[in-house]
């Protein structure tokens, strides 16, 4: 039972352009998304985080959207550079015995091409 | 300097041999965790605590054992009834509440 899904595998973008990744969850208790950046042989770097009282959250480059009513949340980069080139995933928790618990999805390979 | 350390960061062990990975963390969380990757993947979480002296078991746990002694402390051991070992293990920790850090990784191979 997969709550968390990232249903492309992958995206290639241009420098300068805006890279949209998307992630749709099917477990009403989330309460709380988050996105980690990874580059291979390292482990994930936390990138944007939003809770579910919030419907956007903007940090420099990066934003995350969250729709609530379909489960589904995006990061926007804009603009791209392919230093942001790597595997993005996102993650949720809530629910009352969840604590810090995350459940991640699949992970989209952003190739950000100069 | 806080962060989170493990050692080391490649392993190799013959098949049929446990083997223990380090996990340590100086970011005073009380949660900390343990996740696979494997190619094209993404993280399963094995075992998580969240106080010292007790944890539970994640998705993929079979196969695998932790103690938390100390609150720094987050040992792995993949056990021979692990049936696939070769993998990547991150560990990460956290406050009760919020984003997880994680390590650097361990790339485990066994042959």
């Known amino acids: 039972d997969q709550q968390v899904k990232q249903n492309s595998p992958s995206l290639s973008v241009q420098e300068g352009r805006i890279s949209i990744l998307n992630c749709d969850y099917t477990?009403?208790?989330?309460?709380?998304f988050l996105w980690y950046k990874k580059y291979p042989a390292e482990g994930p770097t936390f990138l944007i985080s939003?809770?579910?009282?919030?419907d956007k959250n903007e940090d420099g480059r990066f934003t995350v959207f969250l729709n609530k009513s379909a489960k589904h949340l995006s990061l926007h980069i804009v603009p791209s550079q392919p230093g942001d080139s790597a595997v993005y995933f996102c993650a949720a928790s809530g629910g009352e015995t969840s604590g810090s618990r995350l459940t991640f999805g699949e992970g989209t390979q952003l190739t950000v091409n100069p | 300097d806080g962060g989170i350390t493990q050692s080391p960061k490649y392993l190799f062990r013959k098949e049929g041999q446990n083997v223990t990975l380090s996990c340590e963390q100086n970011l005073n969380h009380d949660a900390m965790y343990w996740y696979r990757q494997d190619p094209g993947q993404g993280l399963r979480l094995i075992y998580y605590s969240q106080i010292v002296n007790d944890f539970q078991k994640g998705d993929i746990a079979e196969g695998y054992s932790v103690s938390r002694e100390k609150k720094e402390s987050f040992p792995l051991t993949v056990t021979s009834a692990q049936k696939n070992p070769t993998a990547f293990y991150l560990c990460?920790?956290?406050?009760?509440?919020?984003?997880?850090?994680f390590g650097p990784g361990t790339r485990l191979t066994v042959t």
């Open positions: 477990n009403s208790m989330f309460d709380y």
């Open positions: 939003i809770s579910s009282i919030k």
């Open positions: 990460a920790s956290s406050r009760l509440v919020g984003e997880q850090y």
